[in-house]
């Protein structure tokens, strides 16, 4: 699919979670036994539940997005431009406004959403919290009824394993095999839920979703075979 796809009718994406609270004990009694029993094979032997409620953020259940940054080409007079921009603040309102992106700007029936892993984590973690929320889920994240070649989904991991379902690969990694330049990351995705809670500091967690949304870009253009993005030909933008 990805070879008859134009670069301006893709929308690459990323998000960012932690978990709904800050800590395990802020859960009511009802969810902190729903936790441990959600958990209960994920966890080591002696490990404590609470302990364990740093990774409640990979669990739509019990993790919510903090941050969904987007990226999408533009040419105009031959010259080429990748624009950014991100939704952040209040959950309801990062996932109302994607929504709207979604059914204004990226509603055609050619246009195309991509991420790494999104088949896997992006997309239905975002479907189900606008469930949650009560936010109308979009065309391009329903599922129901649909073919195969009917969903609008690409994803950079799935285009790496080449048929190979066991097969997981991350973005950093991908990245550094395929020789593909990215500036020092200031924090990783296990750094996240304390950057947003402790520091407080959404701006950081901003820069690293969009940063990965220019690596997902530049993995598919390697898989084009077009040439990388430089820096000047990326910059972030507000939607209007």
Known sequence: MFDKVRLDQILFLDIETVPETENFDSLDEEMQQLFEAKTAYQRKDGEEVSQFYNRAGIWAEFGKIVCISVGYFVFKKGDRQF?????????????????????????????????HNAKEFDFPFIARRMLIHGVL????????????????????????????????????????????????????????????????????????????????????????????????????????
Request: charged letters at 25%; a negative charge; hydrophobic letters at 40%.
């Open 83 to 115: 624009r950014t921009t991100s939704f952040y603040g209040d959950e309801k309102v990062i996932l109302s406004d994607f929504s709207n992106l979604l059914n204004t700007h990226f509603n055609q029936s050619y246009h195309v959403l991509c991420g």
């Open 137 to 240: 889920i979009p065309e391009k994240l329903q599922l129901s009824g649909k073919k195969p070649w009917e969903v609008a989904h690409l994803d950079t991991m799935e285009m790496w394993k080449f048929g190979d379902y066991k097969h997981f690969t991350s973005l950093k990694l991908l990245t550094k095999i395929l020789k593909i330049p990215s500036p020092k990351d200031d924090i990783d995705g296990s750094q996240v839920a304390d950057v947003f809670y402790k520091e407080k500091n959404i701006d950081r967690i901003i820069v690293y979703c969009e940063k990965d949304v220019v690596a997902v870009a530049q993995v598919f253009l390697r898989f084009k075979g077009e040439q990388l993005l430089g820096l000047h030909e990326i910059m972030s933008v507000e939607i209007s």
